[in-house]
């Protein structure tokens, strides 16, 4: 009885916090899965007593692989090493507690759930600050297996020495020896993920950097541009000027009919409005997905009426946000007929910031969805991740909304950012 | 439905005037123009005595104060006015105009024949918003609003609510879209017989479910999303499809 107990207890503490760790939601086949995994690591443990590394091995890459399978992420075998660790590290530290006070059986288990929830508690911590957002390149991921490695080596080194026979004096030095480890890869991996968090960021500020070059050298077309239209404008009065001399009323009519619809470009009255954007990354990135529109020959149309000065999420994740959201909005428009792509950015009061995104489209929104759905293999390999990217920045800030819907022939994409109190001091 | 007028060029002035006029005469009598001027000050100083239901602005004005000031005082006035713009460029700051002050329409000043049709249907489009403003249109609809723009969802076409990963939100599936907003599901409650909360996350539409599968207790959705059903709300649902399908014979 206490030993099934128990053995649940060591099920919940090891499952249960994984799918804790990893965000996901424990469903009933899942958890199927895992007691069927836990029955065949216990058979493993029983018939393989002479071994008892496989078990342990096993328990990492068993569950690490399920976990892997259902999140993706290579960070899913290092979880599943440092939990057992905790567990065991946790199992070790009460023991001892027990032991020098002389304390009750049933208060072992009690103090064990307590330190664990506490410990477990720590971990997710630990694992929001420094693994969020953070994509990994693949020898950081390599990296990390080998830890995880390397740490089950040192664990069943530490936990399988030779017992003393006092077992409390043994578990004391045992329980020094995995606190030290466990410090030692804390920080290998603290420091590690710092180290790949700047590259990234410097990566990004070097392709913000290359937006704008084009943005600059987009400005200098501009300007060509104005300056041919006004010495147009120079020849179009000078020819007017020719008709009335002559008093060519007719003539004039005909070449005013011609003349007449010419509007400037939207292409260029949108680069205009750029001007009134002063976060520069924003910036580089608007800049460069306007050009790739024009490019493919999209009708653009940008609206910035007032000057927008500060961001109210990290400007690293806004440039984030609309790259995908335009990048949707391009892909969901070539198709059509007269492709037109809309952009607003508006601030509504001093408290929220609108991004409008609107193009024509020939799809329903059923298969719009469907596009940006993660892994959709039609498209090829590298799309399909705006979804997913985008579903991760709005569980990071919830005051970020996002509507997306079709109106008509249009495909509408609206995200209201508000103003939250970290942001309440920078002015608009 | 009273319309008042600001247009500076006193052309085009004209030229709306006539439109308005004719098309109240021979097709909607109720229309009416309560004001006219070339001078948004006028304008401004007008809302506040006289009762006006829709607006029809041209946006540059070649005067000090800016279309979309005056549309912003015109909202701050009344919140449900009909604001029709005028502009002679297409296009100009369009979901500007929308969604700060929600401009129903915009014209754009092109041949005068082109100008007054756009005329009559805005103010058509403007007739019909005014008077449903008057029944019970309200209960068709649900209402999401972004910025001042407000998004009408018909309530056949919605799929399901559900409580959103981001605290305090709602989540919005419909046919044509996916909405979110602030709110919690028992503020819900008003909703028609055909909306049912099976689930503590779920509010679902029953007439836009494919399947109901008490076995496994989830239903599917038309568009293949699956929404669960909670252990004792199976009878109550039942009960309900029971009923809404004798009110149906």
Known sequence: MVFSMISFI??????????????IRPTIQRLMVCLILNAFLGWIALNFSALPWL???????????????????????????SLLIIVILIEYMSLFVVE????????????????????????????????????????????????????????????????????????????????????????????LLQAVQKEQLAQQQTLAQQDLYTYMGQLENVNREIQKVQHDYANILLSIRGFLDKDNLYGLKKYFEKIAPQEQQPYIASLKQLEQLQLFELKGIVSAKLLQAHTQSIAVHIEIPE?????????????????????????????HQQPH????????????????????TKERYADIEKLFQENYSSKGDKRGFGLYNIKQLLHRYPNITLNTYMEEEWFVQEVRIERTRKHASSDL | MRVAICEDDPFHQQLIIEAIQNYALFQAPSI????????????LAQIATTAIDCYILDIELGNAINGLDIAKAIRDQDPLAHIIFIT??????????????AALDFIVKATPAQMQHDVVEALQAALTKYTQLG???????????????VKNIALEDIYYFETSSQPHKLELYERNGHYSFYGALKDLAYLDDHFFRCHKSFIIHLKNVKEFNFKSRYVLMENGSRCPIAFRLIVPLQKRLKSLKEDFA
């Open chain 1, 10 to 23: 060591n099920f919940l503490m090891l499952f249960g916090s994984l799918f804790y760790i990893c965000n």
């Open chain 1, 55 to 81: 078990a342990l091995l096993g328990s990492v890459l068993l569950n690490g692989g399920f976990f892997y399978r259902m999140t993706k992420k290579s960070t899913a075998f290092l979880h599943s090493a």
């Open chain 1, 100 to 191: 020098r006070l002389q304390l009750a059986a049933s208060l072992h288990i009690l103090l064990i759930i307590v330190l664990f929830t506490l410990a477990l508690w720590l971990y997710k911590i630990f694992v929001e600050k420094t693994f969020h957002q953070v994509t990994l390149p693949i020898k950081v991921e390599l990296l990390l297996v080998i830890l995880s490695t390397v740490t089950i080596i040192v664990f069943y080194l530490i936990v399988f020495l030779p017992m003393h026979s006092d077992i409390v004096a043994a578990s004391w030095s045992k329980l020094m020896m995995l606190a030290c480890y466990f410090l030692f890869l804390f920080l290998t991996i603290w420091l």
């Open chain 1, 307 to 335: 000057p927008i000065q500060s961001s109210f999420i990290e400007s690293i994740d806004l440039v984030k946000l609309v790259g995908i959201l335009m990048d949707n909005a391009i892909e969901a428009t070539v198709h």
């Open chain 1, 341 to 360: 792509l809309q952009l607003a950015l508006l601030s509504i009061q001093t408290n929220e910031q609108l991004i409008i995104i609107r193009n024509t």
């Open chain 2, 32 to 43: 009416d123009i309560v004001f006219c001027t070339q001078q948004p000050a006028d304008l």
């Open chain 2, 88 to 101: 002679s460029y297409s296009n100009y700051l369009q979901l500007t105009f929308t969604y700060k002050v």
């Open chain 2, 135 to 149: 029944t019970t249109a309200s209960t068709k609809w649900f209402q999401v609003k972004m910025g001042e723009k």
